[in-house]
């Protein structure tokens, strides 16, 4: 599942991060208002972890700003100023949860776990590209009755294509998201992992089962190409 963090202290920001990941969540990480609200606009997430105090656009602005426009992505806003005036204002303009700092990240996947039940329930966690059927809640991969087996990070970087069908995702982008860590053009970890994918579904292409493929686009990174 892909959570977006906004957050601008690094401290508390790395301290989510690393919380959620372990729980294998992809943390997609902003450190300022306009930059989060660009990534919320623009990419799908199933909760978006949101700071009050933001440098650029206040958080309180930029979840006005995404109920207007109809992103109704579940949204969790962080504060360090535990006052009813900013819990109130906040779940009276669209957000769905609040979390006053300090706070253990065990509360706040609790909250997380929560909030996906309330929107959806495990529903929203099949995703369908095609053929294939991707369920992040039993983190099982199925085409036409076939099941395919995947590592963990197999699986994330599989459901991170997914999520984006016919879009170039770069290796950095991959690394972020999968791995969590900045892009380092000595690592071909991405390369390897996608090589491995390939290979397990090698077999569904052979059966005529898959409608896609995994295509590498040079110099670039990845996409899942419909066909």
Sequence with gaps: MNILLVEDEQKIADFICEGLRVKKFNVTHCVDGNQGYQAARTNTFDVIILDIMLPGRDGLDILRSLRQTGIDTPIILL????????????????????????????????????????????QQHVVEVGSLQLDCI?????????????TSREFSLLEHLMRSPNQVLTRGQLLEHVWG??????????????KRIRNKMASLEK??????AIESVRGTGYRLSIR
């Design 207 to 212: 059966a005529g089962k898959m409608v896609g």
């Design 181 to 194: 860590y900045d892009f380092d053009p000595c690592t071909n970890v991405v390369d390897v992992c996608i």
């Design 79 to 122: 504060t360090a100023r535990n006052e009813l005036g900013d819990r109130v204002q906040g779940l009276d303009m669209g957000a769905d949860d609040y979390l006053a700092k300090p706070f253990y990240v065990e509360e706040l996947n609790s909250r997380i776990q929560a909030l996906l039940r309330r929107h959806g329930g495990t």
């Design 138 to 150: 039993n983190r099982s991969i199925n085409c036409q009755g076939q099941s395919v087996e995947l």
